[in-house]
C-alpha cells in the first residue's frame, strides 16, 4: 500500500479534489494507494514516510527527500492525463 | 402552491440536517447528476452539518466558560469566539435559499461572460458560499429574499471582476498562467491593499524597502501548525481563566482537537460538491469551448508561496496581540488564525513581496477583520441559533475571519441593510467608477485573448 500526502491551502478544499482524482486513477490502474490531506504549512513536520507528496499550488519548504508532483494540472484539467501518469510511474518504480 | 409552501416549511422545520441532503440532491438534479449521485452528494452535506454542529458543541461548551471567566478576571473584552470559517461555510449551506443563491451566481458568472465583461470562468461551487453568506445574512435580518439575492449578485459581480483585474499580477508573481482566483477570502483584502498600496508607495523608503526575516518558518514554523496553535491557545485562555493545571491541560488539548477535527468534517462539504462543480465545468467548457479563459481557481494554489507563508507566520501573532489592544474588538482569535496565509496572499502578489509593506497592510486587513467581525457577531450568533447550533450560554458570540469579517463582504452587507434605497445605488456608483478605473484607465486585461480590451 503506497501512501500519499496531498496538501494545499487548507488542507479541504483544493487538496479533496486532488486526492479524490488521484485515488479513483490509480485504483482503475490496480495500485493500491491511500491519500491523507494536509495544510502546506504543515508538510514539513507530516510528510516523512510518505512515497508521494502532491501540492496543489507552489510549495518550497522541506520534503524530507519525499519525491514530489506538482497537481493543479488535475484542478484546471489541463495536462492533468500527464500529471496523473507521472504519479502512478512513480508510484510503480 | 400552497402545497409547495406546506413542504417548504416542513422542510425548515426539519433542520439542516435534513434540508440539505434534499436541497443539494435537487441542485445535483438539475445539473445533470444521476440520481444516486446526487442522492449520496447531498447526504454528504448533510453529514458534514452533522459533524460541525457537534465540534462547534464541543468547542462552545469547552472554551465559553472559559472565556468568560478570562474575561471577568482580567477585563479583556473577547467575547466573540472565532469559530473559523469553516463552520460559517455550514450555516451558509444550510440556509433555505441557498439553492436560489448557487443559480444566481452561476448565473452571474454566465451572463458577465456572454456579454464579455469577465474572463473568469468561475464554477468552483463550493466557493459560492463566501459570496451566498452575504445573501443569506441579508435574508436574515430583512427577510426579503429580493434583497438577499440582491446582495449576492452583488458580491458576485465585484468577485468576478477583482479576480479579472487581479489576474495579471497573480499570474506574474506566482507563476501560474491562465488562472484567476475568484476567492473572496483572498481578494477581499485588495479593497484595502490597492488603495493603501499606492499610498505607501509615495514612500521612497517603504517603495524601496528589501527588508526579509530569514529562516522565519523555522522559528515561527509552530504558527503554521493547527495542533500547537490549539493546545497554546487553550491553555493561554485557561491560564488567563485562572484554572487549575488540570483544566488548563483539558482545555488545551480540547482546543487542538477543535482545530484538528474542524477540517475534518468541513471537507465532507468539498467532497459532498465535488460532482456538482465537475459537472458545472463540463456543461461550461464545452459552451465556451475555443474562448481562451481564466479558470477560476480556490486560492488554496497560492497560499504555499514562501513569501506569503513567511508574511503570514509574522502576521499570526500580531494578529493575537492585535485583537488584545484594538479599541472596540470584540473577536477572540482562535480557529481561522490558520487561514491568515489566504487573508495575506494577494497582498504579496501586489507588493511584489517587499515583506515591510506586506506586514504594514497585513496589519490594517487584520484590523479590518477584527472591527467588521465584531460588527456583525451578534447577527452571525443569531443566524448559526436559527440553524440549530448551540452557541452555549454565558452571552458568547460567534464570528470568524470569514463572511461579513471581510471587508468586501461587510460593506455589500452593510449597504444591503442600512438603508438600502440610499447605499445600494451609492455602493454599485462607487463599484461602476472603480470598474472603469480598471477597464478604462489602466486596461489591466487589455492582453487577454477574447476581451474586447476597453470594456467599462
Redesign the interface.
Known amino acids: 500500500m503506497k501512501r500519499i500526502l496531498v496538501?494545499?491551502?487548507?488542507?479541504?478544499?483544493?487538496?479533496?479534489?486532488v486526492a479524490?482524482k488521484i485515488r479513483n486513477y490509480l485504483a482503475d490502474k490496480g495500485i493500491q494507494a491511500d491519500t491523507n490531506?494536509t495544510?502546506?504549512?504543515?508538510v514539513?513536520?507530516k510528510v516523512e514516510g510518505y512515497d508521494l507528496l502532491v501540492?496543489?499550488?507552489?510549495?518550497?519548504?522541506d520534503r524530507k527527500g519525499v519525491p514530489y508532483v506538482k497537481g493543479?494540472s488535475l484542478?484546471?484539467?489541463?495536462g492533468a492525463d500527464k500529471t496523473l501518469q507521472e504519479i502512478a510511474d512513480l508510484l510503480s518504480d | 402552491m400552497k402545497y409547495i409552501m406546506d413542504g417548504f416549511n416542513w422542510l425548515m422545520a426539519a433542520g439542516p440536517t435534513v434540508m440539505l441532503p434534499v436541497i443539494i440532491t435537487v441542485i445535483g438534479l438539475v445539473f445533470g447528476l444521476k440520481i444516486t449521485h446526487s442522492f449520496k452528494s447531498g447526504l454528504t452535506l448533510g453529514i458534514g452539518f452533522a459533524g460541525i454542529k457537534l465540534i462547534l458543541d464541543f468547542m462552545t461548551t469547552n472554551v465559553g466558560p472559559a472565556a468568560k471567566a478570562m474575561v471577568e478576571r482580567t477585563g479583556v473584552h473577547l467575547t466573540a469566539l472565532d469559530v473559523g470559517w469553516?463552520s460559517i461555510a455550514a450555516v451558509t449551506w444550510a440556509s433555505p435559499i441557498i439553492a436560489i443563491l448557487v443559480f444566481a451566481i452561476l448565473i452571474v458568472n454566465i451572463i458577465l461572460l456572454i456579454l464579455k465583461r469577465t474572463n473568469t470562468l468561475d464554477v468552483d461551487i463550493?466557493?459560492y458560499h463566501h459570496m451566498a453568506i452575504v445573501g443569506v445574512m441579508v435574508y436574515f435580518v430583512t427577510k426579503n429574499v429580493l434583497l438577499g439575492v440582491g446582495a449576492s449578485l452583488v458580491m458576485a459581480l465585484i468577485t468576478f471582476k477583482m479576480s479579472d483585474w487581479s489576474q495579471p499580477m497573480v499570474e506574474k508573481f506566482?507563476?501560474?498562467p491562465?488562472?484567476s482566483l475568484p476567492t473572496v477570502s483572498a481578494l477581499s483584502s485588495l479593497v484595502i491593499a490597492w488603495p493603501l498600496n499606492w499610498l505607501l508607495d509615495r514612500i521612497p523608503f517603504l517603495r524601496n524597502s528589501k527588508f526579509s526575516i530569514r529562516d522565519a518558518?523555522k522559528y515561527l514554523?509552530f504558527f503554521?501548525?493547527?495542533m500547537i496553535m490549539g493546545l497554546i491557545i487553550g491553555m493561554v485562555i485557561g491560564a488567563l481563566a485562572g484554572y487549575n493545571l488540570t483544566a488548563v491541560l483539558q482545555l488545551g488539548v480540547s482546543m487542538a482537537a477543535v482545530l484538528v477535527l474542524i477540517?475534518k468534517m468541513?471537507?465532507l462539504f468539498?467532497?459532498g460538491l465535488?460532482p456538482i462543480?465537475e459537472a458545472a465545468?463540463t456543461w461550461s467548457?464545452k459552451r465556451f469551448k475555443g474562448r481562451k479563459l481564466f479558470?477560476g481557481?480556490?486560492?488554496?494554489?497560492?497560499?504555499?508561496?514562501?513569501d506569503v507563508?513567511t508574511t503570514?507566520?509574522i502576521i499570526i501573532p500580531l494578529t493575537i496581540a492585535m485583537a488584545l489592544v484594538l479599541p472596540g474588538n470584540q473577536v477572540l482569535p482562535f480557529a481561522d488564525l490558520?487561514?491568515v496565509?489566504?487573508r495575506v496572499a494577494m497582498v504579496v502578489a501586489l507588493t511584489n513581496g517587499n515583506l515591510l509593506k506586506n506586514i504594514i497592510i497585513g496589519l490594517v486587513v487584520t484590523a479590518s477583520l477584527l472591527w467588521c467581525g465584531s460588527s456583525t457577531a451578534p447577527v452571525l450568533t443569531k443566524l448559526a441559533k436559527s440553524v440549530g447550533i448551540k452557541v452555549g450560554s454565558n452571552s458568547l458570540l460567534i464570528s470568524s475571519f470569514a463572511a461579513t469579517s471581510m471587508i468586501q463582504s461587510w460593506l455589500v452587507y452593510m449597504a444591503f441593510t442600512w438603508n438600502p434605497i440610499i447605499m445600494v445605488p451609492v455602493l454599485l456608483v462607487a463599484f461602476a467608477a472603480i470598474w472603469y478605473f480598471f477597464d478604462g484607465v489602466k486596461k489591466v486585461n487589455a492582453g487577454a485573448q477574447g476581451d474586447d480590451g476597453a470594456a467599462a
Open positions: 496538501a494545499c491551502g487548507n488542507g479541504i478544499a483544493t487538496s479533496t479534489v479524490t490531506q495544510r502546506l504549512t504543515e514539513p513536520g501540492t496543489t499550488g507552489e510549495f518550497s519548504g493543479m484542478l484546471t484539467g489541463i | 469553516g463550493w466557493n506566482f507563476g501560474i491562465g488562472v518558518q514554523g503554521g501548525d493547527s477540517p468541513t471537507s468539498m467532497e465535488m462543480s465545468q467548457q479558470i481557481l480556490d486560492a488554496a494554489v497560492v497560499v504555499g508561496n514562501q507563508i503570514a507566520l490558520a487561514v496565509p489566504f
